[in-house]
C-alpha cells in the first residue's frame, strides 16, 4: 500500500521544501522504505524550459527528456531515485490537459470549472505512473496564501479525505524568525500560516519549523498549542553548515519517527553512517582548490543548482573543499580580464544561451588552454571551446555558431535530425522554444584510449542534454590536426559529444550536463577527474 506524504510551505518562500522532502524521503529509504518524490508547482508555464534562469534557477532534465524544477535534482541526490516526466506537473500542464479534453469533447459537454476537472486532474496526477513505492511525497510549489497554489491545495485536501488517514499525512515547513531588537523567536508567523492552511481545509500533521537557533520547549508548546499539533510533531529545522547534514538533523529532530508513528509502522532505527562520512569528509577536508566557475548567470546560485554540487561531490571523492569563484563571463571580453585568473586551479565553462557573454567564454577556454590549466566545457561551453581551438589552433578565423548569428564557418550548428533509439526526432529553424531541444539521455559511444574512456571506465554510457546546437562533424579533420580529438560520439558516429585534448593535462568538454547524474555517494568520474586535476595544478602555483 502506498501512503502519500503531502508538503507544504508557509510564511516566505525558499524555506527549503525541496530539500526537506528529499532529507526525509532519504530517512524514510534508510528505514527500508522505498519512496518516489513529486513536484506540484503552481506557475502557468508549461516546463521551466523556457523560462530565464533569474527567474527560475536551474532546469533540471531528467532520463525520459523532461524538464523540470530544480528540486528534482535535491530528490536524485539525496534518494538515488531517477526521477521521471510524471514527478513534475504545472498549472500550465493541467490547464493544457484539461482544455485539450474539453476540445475533443470528452467532457460531454459540461461546464468546466476549477473544482472538478481542474482538481480532478491533478489527482489524477499525483496518482499516476506509481508502481510499489512505500511512500510518495509531494511537494506543493510556492507559499501558502498565494492564489496560484489554491488549486493544487484542494486537490491534495481532496485527497486526504478520498485515501483516508491510513494513507495520507500533511507536512507544513515554516519559519519561526528571530527579532534581534527584542531578542526573541517568534512564533506568530507559523500560526497564521497554519490558519491560512486551515481555512482551506488542511489541518497540518507534523510541522517543520525553520529557524537559525534551538527553538526552546516552550515556544514549541505555544506553537502545537495554537496550531493544533501535538508538542512532539513540532520539529526544529535548524540552519546546517552543509546540506548533506539536513538528513542527520532532521532525524534527530524526530521527523521520521513522527511519520512512522502516524502511519502506526514499527521499523528499527535508520542506518545514518553512510550519510555521517559524507558529511564529515565534507566539512573536514584534507586540503582545497579553487575553481573558476566562467557563467552567465552567477549572479544567481539557483542557475547552477547541480552543478555546484556537482564539483562539492568532486571534492569529496577526493577529501577537498572545493572553493568556487563565479565570474561573469562577459567580463573576459575586454583583454585584462583574464588576469584575474592567475592562480586558478581549475576553469570551468557550464552551459548557457545566446550571445551575451560568448565572447568572454571563448576567451576563458583560450586562456585555460594556453597556461594548461585543467579545463572542463559543459554544452555550451564545450562549443565556446571547441570555437578557440579552431580559430586560434586550425586556423579557421571566421569560426563561430549559427545560434549567435552568420557564421562564415559554421563550427557549431543547428542540428535538424538525429536518432534517440528507433525513432527519427526533428527540429526547424524558427519553430516553437518549448520542448524542441534534444533533451534526456542518450548514448555515447567512448574512443578507446582516450582520457574519458579512462575516467569512464567503460566503452559506452548514457547522458542527459539540453541543448539546440550541435558540433558540425565536417571540420572533424582539421580540428585534429590542430591536437583535438572528438573522443566520444553518437552511436551513429554523426554527432561529436565529446571534445578532449590529449596533450594538455586536462582538457574537457562535454555536449551534455554531467552535472545531473552526481550523487554524494556516486560522484561523477568526469567531476572526479577534474578536480583531482586540478588538485594537481595547485601543487605546481
Known amino acids: 500500500m502506498t501512503r502519500f506524504i503531502f508538503i507544504t510551505g508557509g510564511v516566505v518562500s525558499s524555506l527549503g521544501k525541496g530539500l526537506a522532502s528529499a532529507a526525509l524521503g532519504a530517512l524514510l529509504q534508510a528505514r527500508g522504505f522505498t519512496v518516489r518524490l513529486r513536484k506540484l508547482d503552481p506557475y502557468l508555464n508549461v516546463d521551466p524550459g523556457t523560462m530565464s534562469p533569474y527567474q527560475h534557477g536551474e532546469v533540471y532534465v531528467t532520463d525520459d527528456g523532461a524538464e523540470t524544477d530544480l528540486d528534482l535534482g535535491h530528490y536524485e541526490r539525496f534518494t538515488g531515485v531517477a526521477s ?126 525553520r529557524a537559525d537557533r534551538p527553538i526552546p520547549e516552550s515556544e514549541r508548546r505555544k506553537i502545537a498549542l495554537f496550531c493544533n499539533v501535538r508538542p512532539d510533531a513540532v520539529i526544529p529545522a535548524l540552519d546546517v553548515d552543509t546540506i548533506y547534514r539536513v538528513p542527520l538533523s532532521y532525524h534527530e529532530g524526530g521527523v521520521d519517527d513522527q511519520v512512522c508513528r502516524y502511519f502506526g509502522l514499527e521499523t528499527p532505527s535508520p542506518e545514518l553512517s553512510g550519510w555521517s562520512g559524507i558529511v564529515e569528509r565534507a566539512t573536514k577536508p584534507e586540503g582545497e582548490v579553487t575553481i573558476a566557475v566562467i557563467g552567465k548567470y552567477t549572479n544567481l546560485m539557483d542557475a547552477y543548482k547541480s552543478l555546484a554540487e556537482a564539483l562539492a561531490h568532486g571534492g569529496i571523492a577526493n577529501s577537498v573543499r572545493v572553493n568556487l569563484q563565479w565570474i561573469e563571463s562577459e567580463i573576459f571580453e575586454r583583454e585584462d580580464a583574464v588576469d584575474q585568473l592567475d592562480g586558478i586551479n581549475g576553469i570551468l565553462v557550464p552551459g548557457g544561451f545566446g550571445v551575451r557573454g560568448a565572447e568572454g567564454k571563448v576567451s576563458a577556454a583560450g586562456f585555460a588552454r594556453a597556461r594548461r590549466v585543467p579545463f572542463f566545457g559543459i554544452c555550451f561551453g564545450m562549443q565556446m571551446a571547441i570555437i578557440e581551438v579552431a580559430r586560434n589552433l586550425a586556423g579557421i578565423k571566421g569560426a563561430g555558431s549559427t545560434e549567435l548569428g552568420p557564421a562564415p564557418e559554421p563550427v557549431i550548428g543547428l542540428m535538424t535530425e538525429w536518432t534517440r533509439g528507433n525513432v527519427v526526432e526533428r527540429r526547424f529553424e524558427g519553430g516553437e522554444l518549448g520542448g524542441t531541444m ?101 601543487r605546481l602555483v
Request: proline share 6%; net charge negative.
Open 84 to 209: 521521471r516526466r510524471s514527478d513534475n506537473v504545472t498549472t500550465g500542464r493541467i490547464y493544457s490537459d484539461v482544455i485539450a479534453k474539453e476540445r475533443r469533447g470528452d467532457y460531454l459537454g459540461a461546464t468546466i470549472q476549477v473544482i472538478p476537472h481542474v482538481t480532478d486532474a491533478i489527482k489524477d496526477y499525483v496518482l499516476s505512473d506509481i508502481a510499489t513505492e512505500d511512500f510518495v511525497l509531494c511537494e506543493i510549489g510556492g507559499t501558502v496564501g498565494d492564489i496560484e497554489s489554491l488549486p493544487f491545495l484542494e486537490a491534495i485536501r481532496q485527497l486526504g479525505n478520498e485515501l483516508g488517514r491510513e494513507r495520507a499525512i500533511y507536512l507544513h515547513l515554516t519559519l519561526v524568525p528571530f527579532i534581534s531588537t527584542s531578542g526573541e523567536l517568534k512564533t506568530k508567523p507559523t500560526q497564521h500560516s497554519v490558519k491560512e492552511l486551515l481555512s482551506v481545509g488542511i489541518q497540518p500533521d507534523v510541522l517543520l519549523c
Open 438 to 538: 534534444r533533451l534526456g539521455a542518450y548514448e555515447c559511444n567512448l574512443s578507446a584510449n582516450s582520457r574519458v574512456r579512462q575516467i569512464y571506465g567503460e566503452d559506452r554510457i548514457f547522458e542527459r542534454h539540453r541543448h539546440r546546437y550541435e558540433v558540425n562533424s565536417a571540420y572533424e579533420e582539421a580540428l585534429a590536426k590542430a591536437g583535438m580529438i572528438f573522443s566520444g560520439k553518437s552511436p551513429d558516429g554523426k554527432l561529436p559529444e565529446i571534445m578532449e585534448i590529449p596533450e594538455h593535462p586536462w582538457f574537457i568538454g562535454v555536449q551534455f550536463h554531467p552535472e545531473l547524474k552526481s550523487k554524494p555517494f556516486e560522484p561523477h568520474p568526469l567531476f572526479t577527474s577534474f578536480v583531482r586535476a586540478a588538485i594537481d595544478q595547485s
